[in-house]
Every structure is written in structure tokens, then in C-alpha cells.
């Protein structure tokens, strides 16, 4: 069963149409990924998805409700989490308290000073917990902006988990990086999978190809494939736009 759709949903900016009649279907407890060439629209259609931007025609549909052009903090309220391609941290804060700031307890008494959040003992155990899930366990007090490449990646990642999403997307988690830190990146997302909706842009192919049930291929603006990894390695049309360089 899907736990997001999105139905023939467009976006532009000015003259340029970014999306046209976009669907696709995330199914509850798989991961699902979105690939293809730069500037085909995928992060664009991330931030749609999340609610960054409003699509200009289609609908948003998660877990059977209609959620099209809610802000971003109420669509995160319902279950829905991301990375960005850019990493989004405060870099200045140490690691638990990066996480601490996600924890819905901490959330919901507002932004105001951050030793509070250190104070409270239940917000410090979920967001140690979740350093440790994400294999940071004795760096949470680490100054967010001392942790290597991969260490923050890692760290952006479990800022999304603390939310406690139903579905989190993740928005070219491997970018920057190398073999070593691609290959702890992966067992992390295999240990996601089994608890969680994932859903992953990728330039990566070996990597997603390794990971996903399921992959669409967008390129113009529109889904121009899906399906299985198998099937997409001798999709016409996957060859056809060269994707294959992407690997």
C-alpha cells in the first residue's frame, strides 16, 4: 500500500516547467528511489513532496490524506522527514544538541534556549540514542562543524530521525562521499529499511541500484521509467538518456 502518491503534479518557475504531470507511489516499509542526469527535477520534486514548494497543478496524498500545499512544519508533523543535498546543520552546536532540536518533546515547547534541551534528561537519552543509531556514539559532544565530511552526513541524518518519521526522504545522501564512508552510508540505510519508508535521489547507481526495491527515472521534468533495478538496466529509455554514466 502507498504511503505517499503524488498525482500528475506540475511545477514551474516563471517560463520553465520544471515538473509535468509527475506520479509516483511510495510504498509503506520499501525504499524507493529517484534517479537521473542534473537539473532533471528531483530535488525539485523533493521539495514539493515536503513542502518547500507548492505545486502549481496535482495533489500531495499521505497515508490517504490530502496534505497538497501545507507548510513544511505540518507536513513534518505527520510523519514526513528529510536530508537536504546541502547539509542544513548548526554548525556551531555540538551534536546532541543538533539532534536535540528535532525531538518532538523538545520540539513542541518552541525554540528558546538550547542548554535547556540539554537539561532535559528524556530529550539528551533520545537524542544520544539516536547518535548512536546512526554510529556517532561518543561524539555527541562534538562541535557539529569539527566532524568529518561522512561524521556529518551522518549527523544530518539523525537530526531527520529524531522527528520519528513514518517516511523520510533523503536527498543524495552519498554526495562528497568516499569509499569508505559510502560503504557505512549503505549499512545505515539497510538498517533504516527495516523500520522505515525510505525514499532516496541518488546519482549513485551502484549504490541505489544495491539498496532500492523500486527506482524512477525522471528526466525533463516527467517519470520517464520505473521499476525494479533489474529492470531498469535494460530499460530502453534509461539507455537512451545515458544514464548509465551516472554509475
Known amino acids: 500500500m502507498a504511503l505517499l502518491e503524488a498525482h500528475h503534479v506540475h511545477k514551474r518557475f516563471g517560463d520553465r516547467v520544471v515538473l509535468e504531470a509527475i506520479d509516483l507511489a511510495f510504498e509503506q516499509g520499501r525504499l524507493s528511489g529517484i534517479m537521473g542526469p542534473n537539473g532533471a527535477g528531483k530535488t525539485t520534486c523533493f521539495h514539493v513532496l515536503t513542502g518547500r514548494y507548492r505545486p502549481d497543478g496535482g495533489r500531495i496524498v499521505f497515508d490517504g490524506t490530502d496534505i497538497t500545499g501545507l507548510a513544511p512544519r505540518a507536513i513534518a508533523r505527520r510523519g514526513i522527514s528529510r536530508s537536504f543535498q546541502l547539509m542544513n546543520l548548526f554548525d556551531e552546536f555540538s551534536a546532541l544538541e543538533n539532534v536535540a532540536l528535532a525531538v518532538p518533546e523538545r520540539r513542541r515547547r518552541g525554540f528558546d534556549m538550547v542548554s535547556d534541551a540539554r537539561r532535559d534528561s528524556t530529550v539528551e537519552d533520545k537524542a544520544a540514542a539516536v547518535l548512536a543509531d546512526v554510529g556517532l556514539r561518543g561524539k555527541e ?25 513514518r517516511i523520510l526522504f533523503l536527498d543524495e545522501p552519498t554526495s562528497g562521499l568516499g569509499t569508505e564512508s559510502t560503504a557505512r552510508l549503505a549499512d545505515l540505510v539497510r538498517k533504516l529499511k527495516a523500520r522505515l ?47 548509465g554514466m551516472l554509475a
Do not use: C
Request: charged share 20%.
Open 197 to 243: 519508508t525510505l525514499v532516496i535521489i541518488e546519482h549513485n547507481m551502484r549504490f541505489l541500484f544495491e539498496l532500492a526495491d523500486t527506482v524512477a527515472v525522471i528526466h525533463w521534468g516527467q517519470v520517464i521509467a520505473r521499476g525494479t533495478p533489474d529492470q531498469l538496466r535494460t530499460n530502453k529509455w534509461v539507455k537512451a538518456s545515458n544514464l
Open 141 to 165: 559532544f562534538e562541535t557539529a562543524r569539527n566532524l568529518s565530511y561522512g561524521d556529518r552526513r551522518a549527523l544530518e541524518i539523525a537530526v531527520a530521525l529524531a522527528a520519528e518519521p
